[in-house]
């Protein structure tokens, strides 16, 4: 995990990560009590488990996940990359007690959406 933004401000805190990794399970089934999780995906492709709907996900799709829902995430052969904005965040998000594993069901609350991937400009 690259950390690229934290917000410590106790209204409005935020935490902006990019994770990469190869192919297969990066995580177990899981749930956030104190935060809500969205990703973005940069590169590859990934199945992300939502409650109980696999959402098949490549480069510019974005899913939230909402508190107290259980979700996992696989990455497709040749692993990938991706961001993700956890609200609230700031040391709460990245403290191990924060984003400890239960393996409990969750309510089913969730949105994904299809963006098309980022460009950058070329020079003139």
Same mark, same amino acid.
């Given at each position: 995990?690259? #950390?690229?933004? /934290?917000?410590?401000?106790?209204?409005?805190?935020? $935490?902006?990560?990019?994770?990469?990794? =190869? %192919?297969? %399970?990066?995580? #177990?089934?899981? !749930?956030?009590?104190?935060?809500?999780? *969205?990703?973005?995906?940069?590169?590859?492709?990934?199945? !992300? $488990?939502? %409650?109980?709907?696999?959402?098949?996900?490549? @480069?510019?799709?974005? /899913?939230?996940?909402?508190?107290? &829902? %259980?979700? &996992?995430?696989?990455? =497709?052969? =040749?692993? =990938?990359?991706? !961001?993700? !904005?956890? /609200?609230?965040?700031?040391?709460?998000?990245? *403290?191990?007690?924060? #984003?400890?594993?239960?393996? &409990?069901? *969750?309510? $089913?609350?969730?949105?994904?959406?299809?963006?098309?991937?980022? &460009?950058? @400009? *070329?020079?003139?």
């Amino acid at each position: 995990m690259r #950390v690229l933004a /934290v917000d410590e401000e106790p209204s409005d805190s935020f $935490t902006l990560a990019e994770f990469s990794g =190869g %192919a297969g %399970a990066w995580t #177990v089934p899981h !749930l956030h009590r104190s935060f809500e999780e *969205s990703f973005f995906i940069l590169d590859g492709s990934f199945t !992300l $488990t939502v %409650a109980d709907e696999a959402i098949a996900a490549t @480069p510019g799709t974005y /899913v939230l996940v909402p508190r107290n &829902t %259980a979700h &996992t995430i696989c990455a =497709g052969e =040749g692993g =990938g990359r991706l !961001l993700t !904005l956890m /609200v609230p965040g700031g040391s709460r998000a990245c *403290s191990s007690n924060s #984003v400890r594993c239960r393996r &409990t069901p *969750s309510p $089913t609350s969730r949105s994904a959406a299809k963006y098309p991937p980022a &460009t950058t @400009p *070329s020079p003139s």
